[in-house]
Every structure is written in C-alpha cells, then in structure tokens.
C-alpha cells in the first residue's frame, strides 16, 4: 500500500508503538493498517483411495489445489466446503487447518485446508475448472505446480499425513 486510501497522499513508514512500522498518511494524520483478501487453498483428500485431487484453471497447463476467495462474513471453514462444491460439486467431509501463505501477486492472505471428501469421489467440472484429476499422494506431489504456495501447502500436508 503507497498512498492514502481516503486522500490519495503517498503513505511514509512510520513508528507505531507496540505494532512497528506502519504506512502513516502526513496528509490525515493517520496510520493505515494493510488491507488484503482472503482465501482458502484445497487439499482435498479422498481417504478411500488414498488420492488427492489437483485442478487446471484458466487454460493454464499446470495441476493446482482448488482454492477460492472468502466471502464477507463467511468462516474460512464454510468458504473451503463451498468451493468444494462450486468447483469440482464434492461434499467436503472433514475440514482442518494446515498452512497460510501471503500471494503478493493478488494481496491475498490464503488459508490452506486439508478437506476429506464425504460420500462419492466423482467429481464435477464447472466452469470454473478446466480439468480435475485424481493422483495418488506421491503422483500429487510431483504433479503440482512447482514453486507455487499450492506446492508448499500440499507439500506440508503430505510430509505431516502421508502415513494416514
């Protein structure tokens, strides 16, 4: 964040006892807290076969986790059963917390969940996905995208659960 959101000034670093180094608006005479989006990030697990399912989005040719924006009001937890069921039409079953991670890119905080699925294993493409695919835990890893927070986080997942 560079300037002011009420006035436009360009914001200077400035000491804020207790909290640190905070953009400051000269112009208001206040401090402004960074805003950002929140989002939740998927590894979505069928316990059954053992396999986690990876998307394609966007015509981009590379396996990601089935993530999605939180909606005002709503719990991270409410958000991953969602769009569980919007982008792949999967009842989410289990939902635990894993990892987060800040995506410059979109200024997104992202929350990463591991979801076991509930009941049948078939998933539903919308149009929000191009493809879906089911991969064993080791064929998951070394599908995902390299690199990407969705590789951290299902990476975390898999080094503390490939036992299960």
Known sequence: MSYCEECGAELVERFLENEGIIPYCNRCKEYRFPKYNVAVSIVTIDDKNRRILLIKQY???IYILVAGYVNKGERPEAAV????????????GEIRYNSSGFFERSNTLMLNFACHIEGDDQYRLTDEVDEARWFSFEEARENIRPGSLAERFLNEWLD???DI
Do not use: H, Y
């Open 160 to 162: 503390k659960n490939a």
């Open 59 to 61: 015509g981009r040719d």
């Open 81 to 92: 059963a969602r769009e569980l069921m919007e982008e792949v039409g999967l009842t989410a």
